[in-house]
C-alpha cells in the first residue's frame, strides 16, 4: 500500500478512511451521508453505474466493490460496500453533479487518486538502478552463452544447405554415410516418414505432418520432365534429431 501524507487541513472523506491488511478503503455507506444522500436506494444507483462504468472501461473486478453484509438500526441485515480508491473515486465521479457535496468528493478523490501515481512513480534510489542495470547485465550474458552453444548446432551442416536453409534426402543420406532408400525406408521404420502412394500408383517416403510441424522437415512440390511430384527435405534441426537417432540405432 502506498502511504500518502495527511493535509494540514483534514477533509471529512479523510476522517471516514479505513485501512487495513488489504489497504485502504472507504466504506459506502459513510460515504452516502458525506456526499449528501439521504436514501440508500439513490445512493445505490449511483454505486451501480460506478461499477458500470467500470466494467465499459475494462478495469471492473469484485475486489474493488467488495459486497458486505452487517447489521443495520435494530439489528436487521443490510447491504454495504467495500470501496478502494479507485471505486470510491468513480462512485464520487457518478454522483449527482448538482450536489455540492458530490462536487467535494470529485475534488478529493481526484487529488489522492493523482497523490498515489506520483508516489508509485518516484524514482528510483541509485540502488534500485544498479540492481536492475546487474540484472540487464545477468540476462545478457545468459543469452549470449546460449546462443554460443546454439552457434555449432546451427552452422555444423552449413556444407549441406541449401539456399532455402534446407538439406535434401541425398545430402542427408551422405552425412550419414548410406543411401537415399535405405534412409527414407529406416525414416518410416522409425515413424518420422509415411510411404504415400500417389494416384498414378508411384510411392514417395514423405515426411509426416507431425514432424513437418515440429520444424524437422519440409515437402516441396517440384516438377521434372513435366512431372509433378513432391520432395522432402530436412531442416538443420531435423538433420540432427535424425543423425542422432541414426547413431543410436548403430
Known amino acids: 500500500m502506498i502511504d500518502i501524507p495527511a493535509r494540514a487541513s483534514a477533509s471529512p472523506f479523510d476522517a471516514l478512511r479505513h485501512e487495513d491488511q488489504n489497504g485502504e478503503y472507504w466504506t459506502a455507506r459513510e460515504l452516502q451521508v458525506v456526499m449528501g444522500y439521504e436514501k440508500w436506494e439513490h445512493f445505490q444507483d449511483v454505486i451501480e453505474r460506478a461499477i458500470r462504468s467500470a466494467e465499459n472501461t475494462g478495469t471492473y473486478s469484485e475486489q474493488p466493490f467488495s459486497r458486505i453484509r452487517e447489521k443495520g438500526t435494530g439489528g436487521a441485515p443490510r ?14 465521479m457518478n454522483g449527482h453533479p448538482n450536489k455540492s457535496q458530490v462536487a467535494a468528493a470529485q475534488a478529493y478523490f481526484t487529488v489522492r487518486t493523482r497523490e498515489a501515481e506520483v508516489a508509485m512513480a518516484k524514482p528510483m534510489s541509485e540502488l534500485e538502478m544498479a540492481r536492475k542495470y546487474v540484472a540487464v547485465l545477468e540476462r545478457e550474458a545468459a543469452l549470449s552463452k546460449e546462443l554460443e552453444v546454439a552457434k555449432p548446432k546451427a552452422t555444423k551442416w552449413e556444407a549441406y544447405i541449401n539456399s532455402d536453409g534446407l538439406i535434401g534426402m541425398r545430402e542427408l543420406a551422405d552425412i550419414l554415410k548410406t543411401n537415399v532408400v535405405t534412409l527414407t525406408s529406416w525414416l518410416v521404420e522409425v515413424n518420422l516418414f509415411r510411404r504415400s502412394i500417389s494416384r498414378h500408383g508411384g510411392a514417395r ?12 522437415f519440409e515437402t516441396k512440390t517440384e516438377t521434372a520432365n513435366g512431372a509433378v511430384f513432391p520432395v522432402a527435405y530436412a531442416t538443420p534441426r531435423g538433420v540432427d534429431v535424425v543423425v542422432d537417432l541414426w547413431w543410436r540405432k548403430q
Open 205 to 216: 517416403n514423405l515426411p509426416r505432418a507431425t514432424t513437418q510441424n515440429a520444424g524437422y
Open 79 to 92: 447491504i454495504d460496500y467495500r470501496l478502494s480508491r479507485h471505486a470510491a473515486y468513480l462512485v464520487a
